[in-house]
């Protein structure tokens, strides 16, 4: 007969409040950053090719190459933590799809069985609609992990392109 407790299917996607506040800090970055530019650019008008101009504009892209980095490293881990979210789904799903099976099995032999009472019968199909519902919430979090990994991907390789 169905266990009272039942395969959760619920998977929490890891880091992501750590993500949205990094992002959040590296655009800050970003603004004064550029705002810096401006500023030395205003400050060597006429004189834009000096020495001491050239040198400021290139600590200033350094820093802003190195910010693109680190916005890359967070799109790759959140690349990272939505695959290894989408595969405990698929292992999820099949655990919960096998569970399913041997409740249905169970149910089929109460079902023929001519001792088995009603109410036995009643609570098998009950634990095997919950499989059931169990199984598509588990397959619809694996689509979900999929297309959360393909934003996190495409954010990637968009980060990844301002590095060359």
């Known amino acids: 007969m ?11 996607l890891e880091g992501v409040n750590e993500y949205n506040k990094s992002l959040k800090d590296i655009a800050a970055e970003e603004k004064l950053l550029q705002s ?6 205003a400050a060597f008008k006429g004189m834009e ?3 001491e101009a050239l040198r400021k504009k290139q600590a200033i892209l350094t820093e802003q190459v190195e910010l693109q980095r680190k916005k890359y490293e967070e799109h790759r ?3 990272e ?3 290894k979210a989408q595969q405990e789904y698929a292992k999820r799903s099949e655990e919960v799809r096998s569970q399913l099976e041997k409740e249905e099995a169970t149910l089929k032999q109460l079902q ?12 098998q199909a009950e634990a095997v609609d919950k499989l059931r519902d169990d199984v598509a919430k588990s397959e619809a979090g694996y689509e979900s992990a999929g297309k959360k990994m393909q934003t996190y991907q495409t954010k990637c390789n968009e980060a990844e392109t301002g590095l060359l």
């Open 36 to 41: 810096e530019m401006k500023k030395t650019q």
């Open 112 to 123: 023929s069985s001519s001792e088995a009472s009603e109410e036995a019968i009643k609570e």
């Open 49 to 51: 090719d000096s020495e």
């Open 2 to 12: 169905a266990k009272k407790g039942t395969i959760g299917t619920k998977i929490v």
């Open 77 to 79: 881990k959140m690349v």
């Open 81 to 83: 933590n939505s695959a």
